[in-house]
């Protein structure tokens, strides 16, 4: 296998990007141990789209949204520069120009040092102080979702499509924000987020379409679709939904379906997307399915075209706005049902259930890995939790209501100090346990 580094686009840092690293694996190689310890909790409201937590050098927490202005004003993306200790406000970015879509986008830190953001159809370079150095309009007039630095430091990041009535795009640009080649149409529309692996020729990006998974070979000055590995996941206009995100481990992809909930639907079917004329009614993720479907867990090779899966609930309309992980140490995928409630841990090989909780997880969640411990979310009586599992056997070690009024698919990240960051819709909030 070629010798790439994957994290080599990134600072040098212990959470550069969301879910940690390309592959997706949400694993931090720490601990916790919460087990008969108490804890501080911090919880801010600022009623703002709040999307991710990173961290650039030591103690230093930056954090990027979006402003849900569904109606009436208009949006903008930002970035700040938190106090990592109170979560105060140490620096803010001036209000970033979003194309008036309204959507989670992304941010990462550079290996130069600079914080980058994409929220809309534009992408912002900022200095470590949220000042904005370079303003790029990206070539497609879409909310992009999600971005990652490749191993030459060039930037990928997609527009998000739910159906191929208009087919996505990848677009590449380097650390200074000029495109690299042409962006690349994919065959379909794409809602999940990007991965990167490596093969036997170099980085690869996996994508989920709207029916296929596609693989894109990362060349010097070029993208280019793989047209030997091209694999379907899904019926078009069947029983179940589309893919978000994948998780690449152990050469396979894992993915969940049945992710384009009503509310997804609602906010893409406008455009700019997310922006009404009237108010929208609900938008909550809550809503019933749009489809039969039991929620499934999907496994794709990497290295063949073989597609596994399991029904991991018995419950018809499933659904779910992240997506699972997978945990190479004890041969476990973490799946579960938002709409129905329930997390499953399967078992990598027999894609059987080892053991299950009833708790309603929406959002991407982090791996201990030194502690073995699975930090996710719980919305329960109308408060978000943050809950604590052992992964080798599914007990629950801890519940924290976080008096978070809105559950969202957003991303946790973890502290330095024993402690986890999170972010909603509304609130963020830092877990601290001593």
């Known amino acids: 296998m070629t010798n790439f580094d994957l994290s080599a686009g990134y600072y040098e840092s212990n959470w550069p990007v969301e879910c940690g690293g390309n592959r997706r694996q949400k694993i931090f190689h720490g601990s916790l141990n919460v087990k008969n310890k108490t804890h501080n909790l911090t919880t801010k409201i600022n009623n703002r789209w709040n999307v991710m937590f990173i961290q650039r050098d030591v103690n230093e927490l930056y954090l990027t949204g979006t402003m849900p202005n569904f109606i009436g004003d ?27 879509h309204i959507w989670c986008g992304a941010i990462a830190a ?3 040092g600079t914080i980058i953001n994409v929220n809309g159809s534009f992408m912002h370079i900022l200095d470590d102080k949220c000042n904005v150095i370079k303003e790029i309009k990206l070539p497609i007039n879409q909310a992009h979702n999600g971005l990652l630095i490749l191993s030459d430091g060039s930037i990928v990041t997609k527009d998000i499509r739910l159906s191929n009535d208009f087919a996505s795009t990848l677009t590449r640009l380097s650390p200074d924000g000029k495109l690299i080649g042409k962006p690349l149409k994919l065959p379909e529309g794409s809602m999940g ?4 692996d490596i093969d036997g020729d170099g980085e690869c990006i996996y994508i989920p379409g709207v029916e296929h998974i596609f693989k894109i070979k990362v060349k010097k000055d070029s993208l280019s679709l793989d047209k030997k590995w091209v694999i379907k996941y899904r019926e078009n206009g069947g029983d179940y939904g589309l893919a ?3 998780c690449i481990s152990n050469n396979h992809i894992w993915l969940m379906n049945n992710g384009d909930i009503e509310s997804v639907r609602s906010i893409f ?10 108010p929208p009614g609900t938008l909550s993720w809550q809503r019933p399915a749009l489809w039969k479907g039991n929620q499934q ?8 075209n073989k597609v596994d899966y399991i029904n991991i609930s018995d419950k018809t309309g499933g659904g779910i706005i992240a997506p699972p992980v997978a945990i190479p140490k004890y041969n476990l995928c973490i799946a579960w049902d938002s709409l129905n409630g ?6 990598q090989n027999t894609l059987q259930i080892k053991w299950s909780i009833d708790i309603r997880p929406t959002m991407q969640p982090i791996v201990f890995n030194k502690s073995d411990e699975l930090v996710i979310n719980s919305y329960e009586n109308k408060s978000d939790h943050i809950v604590v599992i052992d992964v080798k056997n599914g007990e629950l070690l801890q519940k924290i209501d976080l ?3 809105l559950a969202n698919g957003m991303f946790l990240t973890p502290g330095i100090d024993n402690d986890v960051y999170y972010c909603s819709t509304l609130a963020i909030a830092k877990i601290k346990w001593l």
């Open 244 to 246: 978000w995100d994948g």
């Open 403 to 405: 008096k978070s009024p």
């Open 110 to 112: 550079h290996v130069n």
């Open 269 to 278: 079917n406008q455009h700019p997307n997310g922006r009404f004329t009237s």
């Open 342 to 347: 329930g997390l499953y841990a399967v078992d």
């Open 193 to 196: 987020r990007i991965a990167c």
């Open 74 to 100: 208009k949006p903008f993306g930002w970035v700040q520069k938190l106090n990592p200790d109170n979560l105060e406000v140490m620096y803010e970015s001036p209000n970033l120009e979003c194309g008036d």
């Open 297 to 304: 867990l999907l496994k794709i090779s990497t290295t063949s």
